[in-house]
Nanobody, 127 residues
Framework: HVQLVESGGGSVQAGGSLRLSCAAS??????????VGWFRQAPGKEREGVAA???????YYDPSVKDRLTISRDDAKNTVYLEMHSVKPEDTGMYYC????????????????????WGQGTQVTVS
């Protein structure tokens, strides 16, 4: 099993920056092999993947956010971060961290259906 706890959300003005954290734990979690992704969901919209780390060293981004969002990890803290820069009102939404121990996928590393474990989310509001 994997437990995920997100933090760092809040209200920020457009153009500002924010860093979200995802603390991972559990016997099924490994910082070097567990696939971890960040997703967001705006009101009335589907959940979408924005960034992922695979096998601790391969990084994937949605093209629409690649220049403004950065995913990184701290193995000593078992934490995965999502840094957001030059935020826009359309970045508003609930941000979720997700993890899956499988090293493969069928729909891509940013597909929500490819992740088994989810955190409760942290709200980001950009005004």
């Amino acid at each position: 099993h994997v437990q995920l706890v997100e933090s760092g959300g809040g209200s920020v003005q457009a153009g500002g920056s924010l860093r979200l954290s995802c603390a991972a734990s559990g016997d099924a979690y490994s910082s070097t092999s567990t696939r971890v992704g960040w997703f967001r969901q705006a009101p009335g919209k589907e959940r979408e993947g924005v960034a992922a780390i695979v096998n601790g060293r391969k990084y994937y981004y949605d093209p629409s956010v690649k220049d403004r969002l950065t995913i990184s990890r701290d193995d000593a803290k078992n934490t995965v971060y999502l840094e957001m820069h030059s935020v826009k009102p359309e970045d508003t939404g609930m941000y979720y961290c997700a993890a899956d121990p499988k090293g493969y996928w069928t729909r891509g590393p940013l597909a929500a259906g490819e992740y088994e474990y989810w955190g409760q989310g942290t709200q980001v509001t950009v005004s």
